[in-house]
């Protein structure tokens, strides 16, 4: 199997790149999560006081979301933030995410990874150096580059807890 980062033909050169970064992450994330079951998708840990995988990837498809309107240069749409959020609820942490099918949480995140090759292809190369803002406290700005950037290791990063919650999950259903 042959693995490189090349964008679609209809995209920049450096776009089409930092595009398969976070197309590549999205790809690795369905086959990390393949064959995970309903409990195990909300399965919080040891202690029951982690992040469950649902919570993980709602966020990851949360951000990801807010980075298509970022780059597009324009607001996240009232509807999108009912549908995808919060960010964070009242107490600063990730929104409780149960009962949700993985099914359900990969086919939204399939719906933003689209928007975001659809935003992808209006790019050009120079388009990269625009700045941004972003954060939900204190505001930042980025470049567009570092922000396609941060969406592929942002969900590379999250990944690492989904199979940190794997491995405790088959740990905990071998001693039962």
Same mark, same amino acid.
């Given at each position: ?52 995988? =649902?919570? +993980?990837?709602?966020?990851?498809? @949360?951000?990801?979301? #807010?980075?298509?309107?970022r780059i597009k240069g324009e607001p996240l749409p009232h509807s999108c933030k009912k549908q995808y959020g919060p960010m964070i609820d009242a107490n600063n942490k990730l929104p409780m995410v149960k009962g949700m099918t993985l099914n359900t949480l990969m086919s939204n995140y399939e719906g933003v990874l ?11 190369? =120079?388009? +990269?150096?625009?700045?941004?803002? @972003?954060?939900?406290? #204190? ?38």
């Amino acid at each position: 199997m042959l693995f490189d980062l090349k964008g679609d033909s209809n995209m920049s050169p450096t776009v089409g790149i930092l595009y398969s970064t976070v197309k590549e992450n999205s790809q690795r994330l369905q086959l990390i999560t393949n064959g995970m079951s309903q409990e195990e998708i909300d399965y919080k840990g040891p202690n029951n006081n982690f992040n469950s995988t =649902a919570q +993980l990837i709602k966020h990851i498809m @949360f951000v990801d979301l #807010n980075w298509v309107y970022r780059i597009k240069g324009e607001p996240l749409p009232h509807s999108c933030k009912k549908q995808y959020g919060p960010m964070i609820d009242a107490n600063n942490k990730l929104p409780m995410v149960k009962g949700m099918t993985l099914n359900t949480l990969m086919s939204n995140y399939e719906g933003v990874l689209k928007m975001l090759k659809e935003t992808c292809t209006q790019l050009k190369d =120079a388009d +990269l150096d625009r700045v941004v803002t @972003f954060g939900h406290e #204190n505001e930042k700005q980025s470049t567009i580059r570092w922000g396609l950037w941060h969406m592929a290791d942002h969900n590379r990063y999250h990944q690492a807890h989904i199979i940190q919650l794997r491995k405790w999950y088959n740990d905990s259903s071998l001693s039962k």
